[in-house]
C-alpha cells in the first residue's frame, strides 16, 4: 500500500539530512524560484509558476538524491531525468546554473533566438537527452532509459521523470504506467507535480491524492503521497524508491501553483505569463525567507559509481549477407524479421520492439533468436515509439520499432518530437496499401509515407524485394534521425542480386532499353504491376523503363531527371499510398525545375475497401492495365 509521508530524519545512503541540510535545501528551492522569475521577466514569457510549484523537488533532485557529473551531464553511469512537463524549462535550466554548470546570468538569455535556453528542453543542451514540452510523452521515453539501465547496461543509474498533474490526462502517461509496471522498473521514479491548476482551470482531480495513489498502486507502483514543499519529506520519498525492489516507485507531490508568491499562489490564470508588474515584490518576498545569504552550499554529494558498460553501435552490419534466389516470392516483412535477427547477431545492442503485431511484421524472429533482446510494448503505439527513444538515448542500443504502418499515426507527435529530439530511431511499418486485401481500409496504411517525409530528420526507405529490404534495414541501424522502413504483405518476386549494392538516395532502374519512351517508377507490389506492364506494352511494341526509388527520402532527383530525358521526358509514378504526400509528390517535386518532364500520377484516389489483393489494385486504379494505359496516354501528350 502507498502512505503519506512527512519530515524528519531521512537516511540518505550513511548520511542523514540535519536541520543544517534541511535550511540548505530549501534556500535552494527558493533561489530556483527568484531564478525562474529572474529569467521569464527578461525574456517577458514562460511559466514562473509552474515552476514555483516544483522547486523543493528540483532542489532535492539535484542537490541531494541524483548522481552526475556536471563537468559531464551525459556521462553514461550518471542518473537521468526527464523534464516531461516542459514548461517548466527555466526552473531545469537554474537548478543546472546553480549546480555549476554555467553562470547564472546566462538564465537572462532564456527564449532568445541566440540562446539554446529554449522555451522548452531540447537537446541542443547537454543536460537535455530529449525535447519536451508537447505534453504526455516523457515519461515514456523515461520507461524506455530505465529499461536499458534494469536490463541491458545493467549498472546502478536511476531515472527520473518530472510529470505535471496537468498532463496526466494524456493517455500515453497511462500506456507508460502501465509498461513500467509491467516491466518492474524498480529503477525508475515518476514524480507527479499535483498543483492542482490547468493551463484554463483546475485539473480534473484537483488535490485529490487518494485517487492519483489508488490509481498509480493499480498500476503496480509504489505509490508515495507527499507534501512537495517540504524537503525532509521529499528526501524521504526518494531514499525510499531507493530501497524499493521489483516496481517503480511513484512520487505524488501536493504542490501550489506559485508557491511562496504573495497573491500569485494557488491563484488561477496566471499560467504562462510572467510576472510583470508584481516581480519585484515576488522576489523581496522569496528573498526574505532565504537563510543562507550568498553562493549555493551545496553541490551533488553523491559520487558516481561507472558500472555502465562501453557500448559501440557504430556500423552495424548484417551477420550474413541476403540469401534468395531471383524470382523467388518473399514479403518484405518476413525479410525484414530476418535481417533484424542478423542485425542483433552482430551487435547484441540492436533491440526489437512492437505492439503486438510481432507474427504480423515478422520480428517476432529476433524474439525467438533472441528473447532479452526483443520488448512487447503491446497495443500502444505512443509509448512503443517512446520507449524506442529513450532506449536510444545517449547511444546505449539501436532500437527498431515495429508494428503496422497504419498505426504509427497515433504516434505522430511522438515522432514529431522525436525528430526535434534529435533521437536515432528505427520505425518499421508493415501491412501497407490496398494489397493488404481483405482487412479493409483501417489497416491500409495509405498516409505513412507523407507523414514520415514530413519529419526534417527522416529517410524513408520502401524496399521492393527481400534484398533490398535486408540492406534497409542495414543502412537504418548505420544512418542518424529517424528511418522508416515500409514493408509489404504480399509476398513479392526477388528482383535484384543478393550482392546488389544499395545506397541513400540511389534508385536502380530494373528493366531499360535504348528505346525507351516512358520511364515508369513503381515500389513493392506496385513495381510488380510496371515490370508486368512494362513486358505487355514491350511485346505491343512500346518499351519503357522501370525504376525502383529505394528510398524515398532522400530521393534520387539526379537519377530520375536523367532517365527521364533518355526516356523522353515522359514520368508514370504508380504508388499503393494516396497521392497526398507520396512517392509521385516527392517526383513531381524532383522535377518541378526540369523544362520538358512531365508527370502522371496513379495512386489510390479514394478510401477503399475489402477484398483480394488483385482486384483491389485494379479497382483503385494501380494495377498492370492502368499502368499500361497511363504510358500509353503520356507518350502522346
Known sequence: MGCTLSGGFVGSGSKMIDQDRKTKLEDIANRLRILSIKSTEASKSGHPTSCASMAEIMSVLFFHTMRYKVSEPRDPSSDRFILSKGHGAPILYAAWAEAGLFPAEDLMNLRKIDSDLEGHPTPRLNFVDVATGSLGQGLSVACGMAYVGKNYDKASYRTYCMVGDGESAEGSIWEALSFAGIKRLDNLVVIFDINRLGQSEPTAFQHDMDTYRKRLETFGFNALVVDGHDVEALCKAFHEAAQTKGKPTAILAKTYKGRGFPGIEDEDNWHGKPLGGKAEDVISAIEARVKNAGPNQLVPEKPLKPDAPAVDI???????????????????????????????????????????????????????????????????????????????????TIAFCSTFAAFFTRAFDQLRMGAISQTNLNCVGSHVGVSIGEDGPSQMALED????????????????????????????????????????????????????????????????????????????????????????LGEGGMNVRVMDLFTIKPIDKEGIIKNAKECGGRIVVVEDHYPEGGMGEAVMSAVALERGIVVKMLAVQKVPRSGKCDDLLEMFGISTSHIVKACKEISEV
Not at 517525409?453 to 527522416?458: F, H, I, K, N
Not at 532499353?513 to 513495381?527: E, P, Q, R, Y
Open 314 to 396: 557504430s556500423n552495424v552490419e548484417l551477420s550474413s549477407p541476403p540469401n534468395y534466389e531471383k524470382g523467388q516470392k518473399v514479403a518484405t516483412r518476413q525479410a525484414y524479421g530476418t535481417a533484424l535477427t542478423k542485425l542483433s547477431e552482430n551487435n547484441p545492442r540492436v533491440i526489437g520492439l512492437d505492439g503486438d503485431t510481432k507474427n504480423s511484421t515478422f520480428s517476432i524472429a529476433l524474439m525467438k533468436k533472441f528473447p532479452e533482446r526483443y520488448i512487447e510494448c503491446f497495443i500502444a503505439e505512443q509509448n512503443l515509439v517512446g520507449v524506442g527513444i529513450g532506449l536510444a538515448c545517449r547511444d546505449r
Open 449 to 536: 509515407l507523407a507523414m514520415f517525409r514530413s519529419l526534417p530528420t527522416a529517410t524513408v526507405f520502401y524496399p521492393s524485394d527481400a534484398v533490398s529490404t535486408e540492406r534497409a534495414c542495414e543502412l537504418a541501424a548505420q544512418t542518424k534521425g529517424i528511418c522508416f522502413i515500409r514493408t509489404s504483405r504480399p509476398a513479392t518476386e526477388v528482383v535484384y542480386d543478393n550482392d546488389h549494392k544499395f545506397e541513400l538516395g540511389k534508385a536502380n532502374v530494373i528493366r531499360q532499353s535504348n528505346s525507351d519512351k516512358v520511364l515508369v517508377i513503381g515500389a513493392c507490389i506496385t513495381l510488380r504491376e510496371a515490370l508486368k506492364a512494362a513486358k505487355e
